[in-house]
Protein backbone atom coordinates (compact mmCIF):
# COMPACT_ATOMS: atom_id res chain seq x y z
CA UNK A 1 0.00 0.00 0.00
CA UNK A 2 1.58 3.53 -0.85
CA UNK A 3 1.11 6.40 1.44
CA UNK A 4 -0.92 8.47 -1.20
CA UNK A 5 -3.46 5.60 -1.49
CA UNK A 6 -3.97 5.85 2.50
CA UNK A 7 -3.81 10.13 2.86
CA UNK A 8 -6.23 9.47 -0.48
CA UNK A 9 -8.84 7.67 1.27
CA UNK A 10 -8.71 4.90 -1.39
CA UNK A 11 -8.49 2.13 1.65
CA UNK A 12 -10.71 1.15 4.41
CA UNK A 13 -8.95 0.65 7.34
CA UNK A 14 -9.82 -2.76 7.25
CA UNK A 15 -7.95 -3.33 4.32
CA UNK A 16 -5.27 -1.21 6.28
CA UNK A 17 -5.46 -3.81 8.69
CA UNK A 18 -4.84 -6.65 6.26
CA UNK A 19 -1.85 -4.45 4.46
CA UNK A 20 -0.37 -4.05 7.69
CA UNK A 21 -1.04 -7.80 9.47
CA UNK A 22 0.75 -9.09 5.61
CA UNK A 23 3.33 -6.55 5.39
CA UNK A 24 5.83 -9.13 7.29
CA UNK A 25 5.32 -11.30 3.99
CA UNK A 26 6.53 -8.88 1.54
CA UNK A 27 10.48 -8.38 1.79
CA UNK A 28 10.77 -4.73 2.63
CA UNK A 29 15.63 -4.05 3.21
CA UNK A 30 14.77 -1.13 5.11
CA UNK A 31 15.16 -2.56 8.56
CA UNK A 32 18.43 -4.32 7.38
CA UNK A 33 19.89 -1.14 6.28
CA UNK A 34 18.96 0.74 9.08
CA UNK A 35 21.00 -2.53 11.10
CA UNK A 36 23.65 -1.99 8.91
CA UNK A 37 23.94 1.73 9.33
CA UNK A 38 23.86 1.53 13.31
CA UNK A 39 27.02 -0.86 12.99
CA UNK A 40 28.53 1.69 10.75
CA UNK A 41 28.01 4.46 13.22
CA UNK A 42 29.07 2.65 16.11
CA UNK A 43 32.37 1.25 14.25
CA UNK A 44 32.97 4.96 12.81
CA UNK A 45 33.06 6.14 16.09
CA UNK A 46 35.89 4.23 17.19
CA UNK A 47 37.72 4.45 14.22
CA UNK A 48 40.59 6.60 13.96
CA UNK A 49 40.43 10.29 12.41
CA UNK A 50 41.56 10.62 9.21
CA UNK A 51 42.21 6.85 8.51
CA UNK A 52 41.55 4.45 5.46
CA UNK A 53 39.03 2.33 7.96
CA UNK A 54 37.50 6.03 8.64
CA UNK A 55 37.11 7.08 5.06
CA UNK A 56 35.88 3.44 4.10
CA UNK A 57 33.04 3.07 6.94
CA UNK A 58 31.80 7.03 5.59
CA UNK A 59 31.37 5.72 2.41
CA UNK A 60 29.79 2.83 3.04
CA UNK A 61 27.60 4.63 5.11
CA UNK A 62 26.36 7.06 2.66
CA UNK A 63 25.55 3.78 0.26
CA UNK A 64 22.69 2.80 3.09
CA UNK A 65 21.73 6.60 3.65
CA UNK A 66 21.00 7.09 -0.27
CA UNK A 67 18.96 3.97 -0.27
CA UNK A 68 16.96 4.79 3.25
CA UNK A 69 16.25 8.22 1.82
CA UNK A 70 15.41 7.16 -1.73
CA UNK A 71 13.33 3.70 -1.74
CA UNK A 72 9.86 4.19 -0.34
CA UNK A 73 9.14 1.13 2.47
CA UNK A 74 7.01 -1.44 1.78
CA UNK A 75 6.13 -2.26 4.80
CA UNK A 76 5.46 -0.70 8.13
CA UNK A 77 8.55 -2.22 9.97
CA UNK A 78 9.81 -0.56 6.70
CA UNK A 79 8.59 2.86 7.64
CA UNK A 80 9.86 3.00 11.46
CA UNK A 81 13.45 2.00 10.40
CA UNK A 82 13.32 5.27 8.04
CA UNK A 83 11.43 7.42 10.92
CA UNK A 84 13.77 5.76 13.61
CA UNK A 85 17.01 6.59 11.12
CA UNK A 86 16.18 10.10 10.58
CA UNK A 87 15.67 10.20 14.26
CA UNK A 88 19.27 8.49 14.50
CA UNK A 89 20.92 10.71 11.88
CA UNK A 90 20.02 14.41 13.11
CA UNK A 91 20.82 16.55 15.92
CA UNK A 92 18.07 18.49 17.58
CA UNK A 93 19.33 21.82 15.79
CA UNK A 94 18.70 19.74 12.26
CA UNK A 95 14.73 20.11 12.34
CA UNK A 96 12.82 22.94 12.93
CA UNK A 97 10.82 23.77 16.40
CA UNK A 98 8.80 20.65 17.38
CA UNK A 99 9.20 18.58 14.45
CA UNK A 100 11.99 16.46 15.95
CA UNK A 101 9.46 15.81 18.98
CA UNK A 102 6.59 15.20 16.67
CA UNK A 103 8.61 12.60 14.39
CA UNK A 104 9.31 10.94 18.04
CA UNK A 105 6.01 10.81 19.13
CA UNK A 106 4.83 9.12 15.55
CA UNK A 107 7.40 6.54 15.74
CA UNK A 108 6.24 5.90 19.57
CA UNK A 109 2.64 5.26 17.86
CA UNK A 110 3.16 3.54 14.76
CA UNK A 111 5.86 0.98 16.50
CA UNK A 112 2.70 0.12 19.19
CA UNK A 113 0.38 -0.89 16.31
CA UNK A 114 3.72 -2.83 15.08
Do not use: C, Y
Amino acid sequence: MKRRSFLAGSITVPALGSAIATGALIRDPHLGWLNQWLDLQAAWRKSGENTAEEKELWGRAAVIEKDMSSKGAKTLQGALAQIEWILAATEPEDFQPGHRQALSLAFETLSQAA
